[in-house]
């Protein structure tokens, strides 16, 4: 299989050095950029990044309008790092399509395994194209098209919605789709979830309503109802 690319983006040396070690020592390609329009340049010139792992305090272009100019083209996977911890900047990461959000200081062991299950999740390796009232999910290219429309989706939106449609007709609560979707060791909290289903219901258009609330639990995801 073909080694997968990481962009590391941090003004700091020594931090892009540490990630990129522990990056490199698990088999990626990893290329680097000392600030935010160092990172755009390099993210567009290259055709072939699997991940973002991207600062937040940068010079000439910090970490939000870096991830606002990916999204505006691209849904790779973003993970932020910040030396904040405060849960605005966390909210703010997700509103601006965020798919992880990790404060520093960090062990590289698990950021390395988050970026690990980032990848093994985006369904990369698969071929399965899901069909679903109007929507069709191809897991191959990594998309997602309403009544023939590709609509633009974060990476956690898509694995939302992937895990909706594969669970179809039952009711999830929010700790079951924590847990499989932000994975168990996420240490947020369910206005998260809230966060993001508003957010997809409102890209999915009319099919938006298969996404039924559950009260005082969860969501489950009915296109026959």
Known sequence: MEKLKILVVDDEERMRR??????KARDFLVCEAADGEQAID???????ISLVILDVMMPKVDGWNVLKSIREHSRVPVIMLTARSEETDELRGFEYGADEYISKPFSPKILVA???AILRRSGMNQDEVLHVGGIDI??????????GENIVLSFKEYE???FFVENKGIALS???????????????????IDTHVKKLRAKLGDKGGYIKTVWAMGYKFDPDS
Do not use: M, P, Q
């Open 42 to 48: 390099v993210f567009f010139s290259s055709k072939d």
């Open 114 to 116: 988050r970026v690990e």
């Open 174 to 192: 929010r700790e079951k789709i924590l847990n499989n979707v932000w994975n168990y060791d996420y240490f947020g909290d369910a206005r998260t």
């Open 160 to 162: 939302l919605l992937l």
């Open 18 to 23: 540490l990630i990129s070690d522990s990056l």
């Open 138 to 147: 191809d897991k191959s290219a990594h998309s997602v098209s309403v009544n």
